[in-house]
C-alpha cells in the first residue's frame, strides 16, 4: 500500500470520526431534551402535569381534563413518563460514548 492510499485511508478514518462526533452530540442533545422534562413529570405527578397542559392547550374541551381525569379519559399508563425518562438517558449516553475522541493507542 502506497503513501497516497494510507493517507487517503487516514482522511477517510478522520471523516468517519468526525461525523460519529457529530451524531453523538446531537443524540446527547436529543437525549437531554427527552430525559429532563420527562423526569420532572414524574416528579410533579402525571395527572397534575397533564391537567396544567390541557390548560394551557385546550386539548380537551370544558374542563373534561378535570372531571374525568386526563390520564383516565386518554388511559395513559402512569409509568410512561418514567419509561421516557429512562429512554432520554439511554439515548444521552450513547450519544456521549460516540462524541467522546477516540485516539489510536501507541504500541
Do not use: H, K
Not at 12 to 38: D, F, H, Q, R
Request: proline residues 5%; aromatic residues 6%; hydrophobic residues 60%.
Amino acid at each position: 500500500m502506497g503513501a497516497t492510499a494510507r493517507r487517503r485511508g487516514g482522511i477517510a478514518l478522520v471523516v468517519v470520526l468526525v461525523l460519529l462526533a457529530a451524531w453523538g452530540i446531537v443524540l446527547a442533545g436529543v437525549g437531554t431534551g427527552l430525559a429532563v422534562p420527562a423526569g420532572v413529570i414524574p416528579a410533579l405527578e402525571l395527572e397534575r402535569s397533564l391537567a396544567l397542559w390541557n390548560d394551557e392547550m385546550g386539548l380537551l374541551p370544558w374542563g373534561l381534563a378535570r372531571i374525568l381525569g386526563i390520564t383516565v379519559y386518554l388511559d395513559i399508563p402512569a409509568s410512561s413518563a418514567v419509561y421516557a425518562a429512562v429512554a432520554g438517558v439511554v439515548v444521552c449516553v450513547v450519544g456521549i460514548v460516540l462524541a467522546l475522541p477516540w485516539r489510536a493507542r501507541a504500541r
